[in-house]
């Protein structure tokens, strides 16, 4: 009384309705079922990791991204190990910034010593192709009408690249380019929600008596909360008009600054100031929509093991090595260059291997404009009667 589905040709014949069944009712002789897609979510300046589905947000250089996998998991905390003079560490931390102001996030800027205002007042300006207002596309039209005796004065080539703005037209592509020979306008600085922790004008939070923060720690780690809980990046409370992500940018934590004595003592009185910190930290970003850059004085640090205990409290870590006042300044190996880039670690993020980048010979150079990280490979050859070898360098595609 059932009828299957018959084999014609090598082909599956379309599966037929059991003609036996009651009235009103009917089977398919087939148990496959289409499968739907899972809505992604969907955040200006984030996109969905390749490797593990994970949502990405860029750290403001694109270079950087490439290296740790594709940008920062939503969720994560990427640790910077200072350069000796905090010049070029300083600097990615305002390009992440930067990318986060290009990309309508709210920012949460903490420091010890500059005050937070001065850090925003030093980012660096957006590139963006995109023409974000009638006048400038007025002005665009009118430089390439050939009837404007003007627009001859410009090659014909030239006539219809597109101009440097720094409006948020293109807020919504992941990573941007920017011009460190400029600063970012106030108007688009003051298009963000910006939260600022300036430790000299905060009240110190009182911590209990087997708490091994400091006051400092516990005062930013009550901030952080806070504003995780009011603003709805938790998800304790609906946000307001759409889902949003915050950036959050901790200056130089472990110096003296912040009340803790790493940088001092081979045996440091608050050991496991900072390790709480980044641990309790670390929940918060886990449960919220939040992503964080911390950087750290790792060449002052004293005590290695405690360095090391801070690399693995992160998720994704790298180091700084600047060439300036070193040996390697004035070594013609490292000519184009102005310091190293180390890869600490990297995160296991939804997957049992993590990324590897494909090389560990990493180096970054401070252009007119622009910050970047390449990757350099050595050749040896013993034809060269000066030096002994030469060198070719390969940049990142």
């Known amino acids: 009384g059932t009828a299957s589905a018959v084999c014609f040709g090598g082909s599956m014949a379309a599966p037929m309705k059991n003609t036996s069944a009651p009235a009103g009712l009917s089977f398919n002789s087939t148990s496959f079922q289409k499968k739907s897609r899972s809505k992604l979510v969907s955040i200006p300046g984030t996109r969905p990791s390749v490797q593990n589905g994970q949502l990405l947000v860029s750290t403001g250089v694109t270079s950087l991204d490439y290296v740790i996998g594709g940008g920062l998991a939503v969720g994560t905390?990427?640790?910077?190990?200072?350069?000796?003079?905090?010049?070029?560490?300083?600097?990615?931390?305002?390009?992440?910034l930067a990318e986060g102001v290009?990309?309508?996030?709210?920012?949460?800027?903490?420091s010890a010593w500059d005050h937070p205002d001065e850090i925003l007042q030093e980012l660096p300006a957006p590139i963006l192709d995109d023409v974000a207002s009638v006048t400038s596309m007025e002005d665009q039209a009118q430089s390439c009408d050939p009837d404007n005796p003007e627009s001859m004065k410009i090659a014909w080539r030239y006539q219809n690249l597109p101009k440097v703005q720094t409006a948020l037209a293109s807020s919504a592509r992941f990573g941007h380019y920017y011009d460190v020979s400029k600063t970012m306008d106030a108007d688009i600085l003051q298009r963000s929600?910006?939260?600022?922790?300036?430790?000299?004008?905060?009240?110190?939070?009182?911590?209990?008596?087997?708490?091994?923060?400091?006051?400092?720690?516990?005062?930013?780690?009550?901030?952080?909360?806070?504003?995780?809980?009011?603003?709805?990046?938790?998800?304790?409370?609906?946000?307001?008009?759409?889902?949003?992500?915050?950036?959050?940018?901790?200056h130089s934590l472990g110096s003296t600054l912040w009340g803790d004595?790493?940088?001092?003592?081979?045996?440091?009185?608050?050991?496991h100031a900072l390790t709480t910190f980044l641990y309790a930290l670390r929940g918060l970003l886990r449960s919220s929509l939040t992503v964080a850059m911390v950087t750290i004085p790792s060449h002052l640090i004293q005590n290695r093991a405690v360095m090391g205990?801070?690399?693995?409290?992160?998720?994704?870590?790298?180091?700084?090595?600047?060439?300036?006042?070193?040996d390697r300044e004035t070594n013609p190996l490292y000519k184009d260059y102005h310091g190293l880039l180390h890869v600490r670690q990297v995160p296991h993020l939804n997957c049992l291997v993590c990324e590897?980048?494909?090389?560990?010979?990493?180096?970054?150079?401070?252009?007119?404009?622009?910050?970047?990280?390449?990757?350099?490979h050595f050749f040896f050859q013993k034809k060269n009667p000066f030096f002994g070898f030469s060198v070719s360098f390969l940049p990142l595609k």
């Open 77 to 96: 905390l990427l640790l910077i190990e200072e350069d000796r003079y905090d010049s070029y560490s300083r600097m990615l931390l305002k390009y992440f």
């Open 102 to 110: 290009v990309c309508g996030h709210e920012l949460f800027v903490a």
């Open 193 to 250: 929600k910006i939260h600022m922790f300036f430790l000299p004008e905060e009240a110190h939070s009182e911590t209990g008596a087997l708490s091994p923060m400091t006051e400092a720690y516990a005062s930013l780690l009550k901030s952080i909360h806070g504003v995780i809980h009011k603003e709805g990046f938790d998800g304790a409370t609906p946000q307001s008009k759409v889902r949003n992500i915050m950036r959050l940018g901790l």
């Open 261 to 271: 004595d790493l940088c001092c003592r081979e045996k440091p009185t608050h050991g």
């Open 309 to 326: 205990r801070i690399t693995r409290l992160s998720d994704t870590a790298i180091a700084l090595e600047s060439f300036r006042g070193s």
């Open 356 to 376: 590897v980048p494909d090389s560990k010979d990493l180096a970054f150079k401070l252009k007119r404009k622009q910050f970047t990280i390449e990757v350099i």
